[in-house]
């Protein structure tokens, strides 16, 4: 896919501002929510951790892809669900 | 084969920048988390799809048993613990990194060897295994630390820094050996043992109140992780997660170093807190601070038009936000206007503050920033203090001695009355005695934190 480090690396450094430009604009009321799902976004680990297991023999980096998938899915589930979860608590004031 | 699947991982990094763009406010949130959520579905089902799905019955019990231990954490968990859920989560991000890694170092075929040697793949390699261990040892301690399994103190002692720099070289020799020569299984072990290492050595001399400070960083680090694991496996979804998410922890990093007025260096090195003795400003000279009760305050409350209502971490470790909530709607239901200052650094980690307060159903709109409200401070009667202290510790502002100064606070003391609700005279977390407690127009309360606001309720129901 990335056969090009440079290509990589330009895909890398684009990223980060790109990061920075939309975090910035994350108000401090939202930075908890902001941590547990930006956290739930860096479960994307998972791809590799499903590549890792999809072949047919079986050897020590399974088991470590199994347990890779195990940990990327407490990220991911744990990661959303709860923000989801903080996020349904902030309510304005009634007028 | 490939180009579907490639688009697809384009719209699932489309769908996480999307949902971060919409964390810009309260009322899109909800949708940015679901939009984030939807991205992650394309990219395994993508990822699915695109390997064929090969040895599918280790992926569903893979599946099946980190969804169910994340949405059981997900749902259980308390407001006040979020801060140590959040360290976990970042944890298991980065030990999933580091493992995927390992994998792919561990299928190296040897004819291989050679031109996988000196390669991005294996600096890659070493480079995930190496954050993503950290991250995760890193993240173990800082949740015992959050969940009081261990002292939050800063733990210390002689030559401390120079063993983790000469760690950190023997880590360095040891990525060079293996990214040169991927066939040295040992090293690797080596280097993975001493990554365990290394992260709880560099976690254990960090001090509770920095707590804020060390998420953030791990956060960055679990990001950058995935990063990583991208160039291992040439795959640009990865990438750009993972760089997302390694902007987002290093901006909050950066927030809260500001928030404190030290460098991230200092925070992680210095041991802040580590002898409250020899901490200087000692609290001499400075007059007797006076003890109120309820009853006392009740009288203030019931001449005051305007409240502000500063929370820090005792608030949390009392559980008080809903006597809180209370409080103030019983206060506004006597004409007074209740609102509450957040200060950054405020409570364990980046927003600790407002999500408790969220939690208690206290809108989000009262909640203020620290530059917004302290300009209200003079013209307002009672500031109630809630088990914060350096945040507002006058001395910040004006005392070159005191290892505060510089630090931004909210300016409480301007205040024309000031309750301080505190468990003792103990002093704060960075060890340096407060003078706002001596202050003229500055009434102590002593007692736990929850007790304390609801007695202060019943004696403003009464008054």
């Not at chain 1, 989801?84 to 902030?90: I, K, V």
């Not at chain 2, 295994?129 to 261990?150: D, H, N, P, Y």
């Not at chain 2, 960055?220 to 760089?243: D, E, M, P, R």
């Not at chain 2, 307060?357 to 409200?373: P, S, T």
Request: net charge negative; with cysteine; hydrophobic share 50%.
């Amino acid at each position: 896919m990335l056969e090009d480090p440079a290509v990589a690396l330009t895909i890398l450094v684009l990223s980060l501002f790109v990061g920075v430009e939309v975090i910035s604009k994350v108000p401090p009321l939202l930075h908890t929510p902001l941590m547990s799902g930006s956290n739930a976004i860096s479960g994307i680990t998972i791809v590799g951790a499903l590549i890792a297991v999809s072949t047919e023999h079986r050897d020590l980096g399974t088991l470590f892809g199994f347990l890779a998938i195990v940990f990327a899915m407490i990220n991911v589930v744990g990661g959303f669900m709860v923000t989801d979860r903080m996020l349904g608590m902030f309510k304005q004031r009634e007028k | 084969m490939g180009t579907p699947i490639q688009l697809a991982y384009l719209a699932a990094a489309v769908l996480f920048i999307l949902g971060l763009r919409n964390l810009s406010s309260a009322k899109t949130a909800p949708l940015g988390n679901q939009l984030a959520a939807a991205g992650m579905a394309v990219a395994i089902i993508a990822t699915l799809i695109g390997q064929g799905i090969v040895g599918w019955g280790v992926i569903l019990a893979g599946v099946v048993v980190g969804s169910s231990i994340g949405a059981v954490l997900a749902r259980r968990i308390e407001m006040t613990a979020m801060p140590q859920m959040v360290a976990l989560l970042n944890g298991f991000g980065g030990g999933a990194s580091a493992l995927v890694a390992s994998a792919e170092l561990l299928r190296i075929e040897p004819a291989m060897a050679g031109e996988v040697a000196n390669s991005v793949k294996s600096w890659a390699i070493v480079l995930s295994t190496l954050i993503g261990a950290v991250t995760a040892s890193g993240s173990v301690i800082a949740f015992a630390k959050l969940q009081e399994l261990m002292r939050g103190a800063p733990i210390t002692y002689p030559g401390q820094q120079y063993g983790n720099a000469i760690i950190g070289v023997g880590v360095f020799v040891l990525c060079a050996m293996i990214a040169l020569d991927p066939t040295r299984i040992t090293a690797f072990t080596i280097l993975v043992g001493i990554a365990l290492v290394l992260g709880i050595l560099l976690v254990i001399p960090i001090g509770g109140a920095d707590m804020p400070v060390v998420i953030s960083l791990l956060n960055s680090y679990s990001g950058l992780a995935a990063c990583s694991t991208g160039f291992v496996l040439g795959n640009a979804s990865l990438v750009i997660s993972g760089s997302l998410v390694g902007a987002s922890g290093l901006i909050l990093t950066k927030i809260m170093c500001d928030a404190m007025n030290r460098s991230l260096p200092n925070v992680l090195f210095s041991a802040f807190g580590a002898q409250p003795e020899s901490a200087g400003g000692g609290g001499e000279d400075q007059g007797v601070a006076k003890a109120y009760t309820p009853d006392d305050a009740a009288v203030i409350f019931s001449n005051a038009t305007s409240c502000i209502v500063v929370p820090g971490y005792g608030m949390a470790v009392a559980q008080a936000q809903h006597a809180v909530r209370e409080l103030s709607d019983l206060l506004e239901s006597k004409g007074v206007n209740v609102q509450f200052a957040i200060h950054p650094v405020a409570g364990r980690m980046p927003g600790h503050m407002n999500v408790l307060l969220a939690e208690a159903d206290v809108a989000y709109d009262k909640l203020i920033e620290m530059d917004d409200i302290n300009p209200q401070f003079p013209e307002t009667d009672v500031a109630l203090i809630l088990g914060a202290n350096d945040v507002v510790n006058p001395s910040a502002r004006h005392d070159e001695s005191s290892p505060i100064f510089g630090m931004p606070i909210l300016d409480v003391d301007y205040a024309k009355n000031v309750f301080v609700i505190k468990r003792s005279m103990n002093p704060g977390f960075a060890g340096v005695q407060n003078p706002l407690f001596f202050h003229d127009n500055t009434m102590m309360i002593f007692g736990d934190a929850k007790k304390v606001v609801l007695s202060l309720v019943d004696a403003v129901k009464n008054y």
